[in-house]
Nanobody, 123 residues
Framework: VQLQASGGGLVQAGGSLRLSCAASGSIFSSYVMGWFRQAPGKEREVVATINKSGYRRDYADSVKGRFTISRDNTKNTVYLQMNSLKPEDTAVYSC?????????????????WGQGTLVTVSS
């Protein structure tokens, strides 16, 4: 599966952004999907994951209540709605797919990665 993320940009603290990740080349609904981020000088971390049907989701504690992951299997797309953004959310955000049954908050569980999109939150 090939993944293409978009929607990053510059936003003021407290603002919102919506990231999209379009998939192609395989059966999208066969994959658990995740959003990840990597800030300068830090390791990549999981932000949110969603199961194949879209009914189960999990989030990093740092984004719970502010970010929402969703997917549209008819459009082969996964989204990340980010509200109440903080400067510490600044990072390159990437989407990834895992050919597995259960959700995973482990980076290494994901074998297919798209290119990142930069999100910058100014204070």
């Amino acid at each position: 599966v090939q993944l293409q993320a978009s929607g990053g940009g510059l936003v003021q603290a407290g603002g919102s952004l919506r990231l999209s990740c379009a998939a192609s080349g395989s059966i999208f609904s066969s994959y658990v999907m995740g959003w990840f981020r990597q800030a300068p000088g830090k390791e990549r971390e999981v932000v949110a994951t969603i199961n194949k049907s879209g009914y189960r989701r999990d989030y990093a504690d740092s984004v719970k209540g502010r970010f929402t992951i969703s997917r549209d299997n008819t459009k082969n797309t996964v989204y990340l709605q980010m509200n109440s953004l903080k400067p510490e959310d600044t990072a390159v955000y990437s989407c990834a797919a895992a050919f597995r049954s259960a959700l995973s908050m482990v980076v290494d569980a994901y074998g297919y990665w798209g290119q990142g999109t930069l999100v910058t939150v100014s204070s």
